[in-house]
């Protein structure tokens, strides 16, 4: 986006391991629980244990955890849209009325979870083809479409671990150009048996509570979830009468095009998307109240993370929330912007949770307790393999 925009955010919604809804995750965070701890759903042999954010199934939607038909990134998907969709006061005879469009961010989605299919084709050739139905009618973005009768836009996002980030950011442009009265984005993602080994393998998982930022950190811990943002147009909200509870103001997105997973030295992709995105925004640096981070608790992501923010965006606040949630991959920068409209409007910000010892090859350090913050605006950012880099300038609905 080269001008710059502002689409409302009426409602949110968000389900993960801090929570079964947007409420009690935030709740979670600023009172500093978090509950990592070995995988439920699917046995592992690895010697070591790794431990996992998992939803507890009860979170999930009751008449939603009752399909058979549904998977479980579907599941989470549909909770938080429909938390969304009642928190911005809409239901279906409303949407009819409305050019709405669907753009979700996702990494592996279902696509990870038919190992029972694949070893029944190997062992008999002919295995039960439900798995496969499941997989076919559970691309996210079109499983909402579906759900609410939706004609419009339809894109699903996988760009990695900024497929959610990336979704808001191109929700918003469709808002901005016209196409679209609302807009449901966001991401989700679930955990499975070969993401879990697959993170194991490029040894980059911590098999204690993850510490982002911290000088002992070791790596991330995985988890999953979803976050739903509904974006607004302005002449829709006025139709409605309803007040945005926070604002999309710049989107940014770039490639380092320089390593298959690890972020660029000196964060030169970062730097171009976030330059980007306070451009889009009409926004500078003493602007920004606070940076919701990436933060995966990586040795590399947080030294490059750490050093841009303290060129671009010195003495601003800033936080990792992953240590409340693991690292939920396309669902991450959805659940993070939600979290980051949640603190503007609260005005302050939890603490880095696992964050107890600086590092000294980072300039910068994020804020170990709960910490007021002034202004109404924040940046939400994502890193991803293959280079990729997504930020969000968010804003209070009434900036």
């Not at 929570?19 to 701890?37: K, Q, S, V, W, Y």
């Not at 926070?246 to 989107?251: E, K, N």
Request: hydrophobic share 35%; glycine share 12%.
């Amino acid at each position: 986006m080269s001008t710059r925009i502002s689409v409302g955010i009426t409602g949110a919604g968000c389900i993960c391991g801090a929570g079964g809804t947007l409420g009690e995750c935030m709740d979670a965070l600023f009172e500093g629980i978090r509950n990592p701890m070995s995988p439920k759903r699917f046995t592992d042999a690895h010697p070591i244990t790794y431990p996992v954010f998992e939803v507890r199934e009860e979170s999930i939607k009751k008449d939603i955890r009752e399909s058979s038909y549904t998977s479980f990134s579907g599941k989470l998907a549909l909770t938080a849209a429909y938390e969304a969709m009642n928190n911005a006061g809409l239901d279906r005879t409303v949407l009819k009325k409305k050019r709405v469009g669907v753009c979700i961010g996702t990494t592996v989605g279902s696509a990870m979870n038919n190992e029972v299919f694949y070893r029944e084709y190997y062992r008999r050739g002919t295995p039960e083809m439900a798995p496969i139905v499941r997989f076919l009618r559970n691309n996210p973005a079109d499983l909402l479409a579906r759900e609410f009768g939706l004609t419009g836009p339809c894109q699903t996002v996988v760009n990695a671990c900024s497929s959610g980030t990336d979704a808001v950011g191109i929700g918003a442009s469709w808002i901005q150009s016209g196409i679209c009265d609302i807009v449901i984005a966001g991401g989700a993602d679930e955990l499975c048996h070969v993401t879990y080994n697959g993170f194991i393998s490029l040894m980059i998982t911590d098999t204690d509570p993850c510490k982002p930022f911290d000088r002992d950190r070791k790596g991330l811990n995985l988890g999953e979830g979803a976050a739903m943002l509904i974006l607004e147009s302005e002449d829709s909200c006025k139709e409605r009468e309803k007040l945005p509870r926070a604002r999309v103001l710049g989107y940014g997105s770039s490639a380092d095009a320089y390593h298959l997973t690890a972020p660029h030295p000196q964060g030169e992709g970062l730097k171009r998307a976030l330059l980007g995105a306070l451009q889009c925004s009409g926004k500078t640096a003493v602007d920004i109240a606070f940076i919701n981070t990436h933060g995966t608790a990586t040795p590399d992501n947080d030294h490059v993370e750490g050093k841009v923010l303290y060129e671009l965006l010195p003495g601003v606040p800033f936080i990792s929330t992953k240590g409340y949630t693991g690292h939920t991959l396309g669902a991450a920068g959805a659940i993070e912007a939600a979290f980051t409209v949640v603190c503007l409007e609260k005005g302050m910000i939890p603490g880095n949770a696992g964050f107890t010892t600086p590092d000294p090859e980072l300039p910068a350090s994020p804020v170990a307790t709960t910490t007021a913050i002034t202004g109404c605006t924040a940046i939400s950012q994502s890193l991803a393999f293959g280079g990729c880099n997504g930020v969000l300038v968010l804003s209070r609905g009434e900036d």
